[in-house]
């Protein structure tokens, strides 16, 4: 995996690929497979058209009061990460943070302590690849959890089909609900915009330090800047979000035992609060590990989420869980190439919409096909 010129991280052919290796690729590569799987756990809970399997939604938050003051907004994925590690359920976990050496863009790490999870608490808007040392974990042969992006948690179920050493050591698979994540080029333009270069930034934190907090530039001469979530991300056409997450049918992480998101109505926040998460629980081990880490204190549960509220305060998620099946209809009437999907009720949720609702959703995906917005320079050699 290399880092292209644009900021994409994308994978460099060395070398010849034998057949077998190929066959593993198409197997296991979340950008051509999307599929709901929950490993072995198949019992109890209940499932929504829209929201897919879930046993328990919650509001929640972290129970140490500067974790959750510091995470992206409740803290609960670093709060569960932080239990799995007390209570020697994983030797560690892997996942992703701001790269030590250049700040701006991720690296990957197997967290052994509760220090190094809290060092990756706060979102990374931009190219991550946590699958990159899942090899390195499995491995160590040793029990650990995962966390990652949604469609992180279906590759890594893709490979644990014809790897069963996932399923023996990747213990718990825990993700964020994912908008969509952006390219580089949204972190280089922000830090252009201020004047700097990549190189004189020694800090590029997106959010936390309050609900939802502030991004915050440093630079390495001790200058500091900082921007609002609204000035970051009111203008929506400059997400810059990668054109393969504008088709992804599972923002939701319906392959997750718990998936974590923001709780906002509307999904914009109208100033700082004290930080929530809403969890949805989607399997009876993501229910116990919950359960387990609310009782240790971990983590607390405020209250239930229904799934009217779910829907209100993640109205995007909904909207393209809606359109998804129409964007994916044009790709594919313009003979381009579109992912195979299993179990997540696409035809059947645009079956529900009106025509056309679908029809406008198929033309605007052929109109980015157009812009060439699903095509890109090839990786070369000179990428790292």
Known sequence: MVTTPEGRVRPLQKGEIAPDAWTQILATCPGINVTVDRGEDHDGGVDDLIWGHHHRIVLAHAGDTDLRFRSTSGGVLSALGSYLLRS??????????????????????????????????????????????????????????????PCDVVGLRLLGRLDPRVGQYCKFALSLQCGGGPEFIK????????????????????????????????????RAFELTYQEMWDDQS????????????????????????DHWPGCEPSGEDAGFNSV??????????MAAAAEAGDVRI??????????????????????????????????????????LRLREIASGQPRSKSMAAAKGARRRLRQGRFTEPPVREECK
């Open 88 to 149: 020697r359920q994983v030797e560690f976990l892997l996942q992703v943070r701001a790269s030590a050496s250049e700040p701006m863009r991720s690296e990957t790490i197997l967290s052994r302590t509760v220090e190094e999870v809290i060092s990756c608490a706060g979102v990374r808007y931009g190219p991550a690849a946590p699958l990159g040392a899942i090899r390195e974990a499995l491995d160590r042969r040793l029990p650990f959890a995962f966390i990652g992006k």
């Open 187 to 222: 972190s280089r333009d922000l830090v252009r915009n201020l004047g700097l270069r990549e190189e004189e930034v020694s800090l590029l934190r997106y959010r936390g330090f309050g609900n939802p907090g502030r991004t915050r530039i440093e630079t390495h001469d001790g």
């Open 238 to 261: 400059k997400w810059c979000s990668h054109s393969r997450c504008r088709i992804c049918p599972d923002g939701i992480g319906e392959s997750a035992d718990v998936v974590v998101g």
């Open 280 to 289: 949805m629980i989607r399997t009876s081990k993501g229910l116990q590990l």
């Open 302 to 343: 405020a209250r239930e989420i229904g799934l009217d509220e779910m829907s209100l305060h993640q109205p995007h998620q909904v909207t393209k869980k809606e359109e998804v099946w129409g964007r994916l209809a044009g790709l594919r009437a313009a003979k381009h190439l579109v992912p195979d999907v299993e179990g």
